[in-house]
């Protein structure tokens, strides 16, 4: 732990650093539905304290919470209360809030979109999605009703949309993109101007990114009785100092976008219709 310039603020800071090695601790021992909310409690807590927090401390506790987060993520993972469009013989209608120990999908279980353009593009059912290399194309992966995590890379002048993703979803090296997804967890790696309507359990993280916008889910594009989670706050792994990062900012207007949810829920899709929404964002 680093020391600060003045006596109260090396006290708060060492206080704060012996609580948040103690909630560290408590998080690991608890089940997965209470060790989320307690990690979203601490998440708030060091936000702010980083008025007092040395640099170095801020660094190295947002490293800790991520890697804490990423714990939760690859043990057993909290599923949210949500209604089943499609019933199946196999599976119960409504998911409960009990913990699941599935493990994360391999690559051998995994559809792998890839190197396509100009297309509308409907996944099919129960089939986990990677996406890659897809340029000026709707991805509508809305009838996965399981989806365990969703990886795309290189996804340019595009919009996604997606159902519930039990678990992550990590996007990388994209650009000029609608996204759309209600998510465990959700983080950006070297994206720019990237739109995202996003129902989350935790705060969106974005890394080596800017010009990233995000607002809540479409109401009007939720599953019966999906539990919706409004986004208020970004965490930026790239920017450490105390000032509001410039790389993210909430949608000060999201009914522009609302003929374009009107469009998706119909679906009445037309593929040029819908990209020109990008130039919105």
Not at 68 to 76: P, V
Not at 175 to 181: A, E, Q, R, S, T
Request: aromatic content about 8%; proline content about 5%; some cysteine.
């Amino acid at each position: 732990m680093a020391s600060t310039g003045s006596a109260p603020n090396a006290n708060a800071a060492a206080e704060f650093w012996e609580y948040f090695q103690q909630q560290k601790s408590q998080i690991q021992s608890l089940d997965a539905s209470a060790a989320w909310d307690q990690l979203r409690a601490l998440d708030q807590s060091l936000r702010e304290a980083m008025i007092f927090l040395p640099t170095y401390d801020q660094k190295q506790l947002s490293q800790d919470l991520e890697a804490l987060r990423q714990l939760l993520m690859t043990r057993k993972q909290p599923r949210f209360r949500f209604k089943s469009t499609k019933s199946k013989a196999s599976a119960p209608a409504i998911a409960t809030t009990e913990p699941s120990s599935d493990p994360l999908p391999s690559q051998s279980n995994q559809n792998v979109i890839a190197n396509r353009s100009f297309e509308h593009i409907v996944a099919q059912p129960d089939v986990n999605c990677q996406l890659s290399d897809l340029e000026n194309c709707l991805i509508d992966l809305r009838l996965i009703t399981e989806q365990t995590q969703l990886n795309c890379h290189r996804i340019r002048n595009s919009v996604i949309v997606c159902g519930k993703v039990a678990g992550s979803a990590t996007i990388r090296d994209s650009c000029n993109c609608i996204v759309v997804l209600d998510v465990a967890q959700l983080r950006f790696e070297g994206c720019s101007r990237i739109c995202t309507f996003v129902s989350s359990a935790s705060d969106p993280v974005i890394e080596r990114s800017d010009n990233m916008r995000f607002a809540s889910f479409p109401q009007n594009l939720a599953c019966s009785g999906m539990s919706l989670y409004p986004v208020s706050h970004v965490q930026d792994f790239s920017w450490l100092r105390r000032q509001h990062s410039p790389n993210w900012s909430l949608i000060d207007n999201p009914d522009i976008f609302q003929p374009l949810w009107q469009m998706l829920h119909a679906n009445e899709i037309a593929l040029d219709c819908v990209l020109q929404f990008i130039d919105k964002c």
